[in-house]
């Protein structure tokens, strides 16, 4: 396939793309609220207080460990990335198996990184 005819079949399909994956990130909001609507209607038919559904959302506030997760992950991305750049610059391999490669890699390090630190956490909790 020609070049030309590659860019003209991706200007043909992403306005298809953009506007797909806008109805999908709307449906998925959608369905969130319904469900949320369908808990607290099976809450008023038991006789329970609709306001339960509200009060297990307040009892989950700490979410220190998940911040944590996510920030070692997007650290590990930026050192995979920056990894990659440095491997692309001082070898002769493509950017296209560089960056993958070196982003999932430090991705990775950080997710078991982040296991022994939970894993260190929850020893010091069961003390």
């Known amino acids: 396939m020609s070049e030309a005819l590659v860019y003209n079949i991706v200007e043909l399909v992403m306005p298809f793309l953009g506007i797909g994956l806008s109805f999908m990130v709307l449906y998925i909001i959608y369905y969130a609220i319904k469900a949320k609507n369908k808990e607290k209607m099976a809450l008023i038919e038991k006789g329970m207080d609709p306001s339960l559904a509200n009060d297990k959302a307040r009892r989950s506030r700490d979410h220190s460990a998940s911040h944590l997760k996510t920030g070692l992950f997007f650290i590990g991305l930026a050192a995979g990335i920056v990894m990659g750049y440095v491997l692309y610059t001082s070898t002769e391999m ?3 198996v560089t960056y ?4 999932l890699l430090f991705g990775g390090i950080s997710l078991v990184s982040y296991h022994a630190i939970q894993q260190q956490r929850d020893e010091f909790v069961n003390r």
Request: aromatic share 14%; net charge neutral.
């Open 94 to 96: 493509n950017q296209w």
């Open 100 to 103: 993958p490669s070196m982003i």
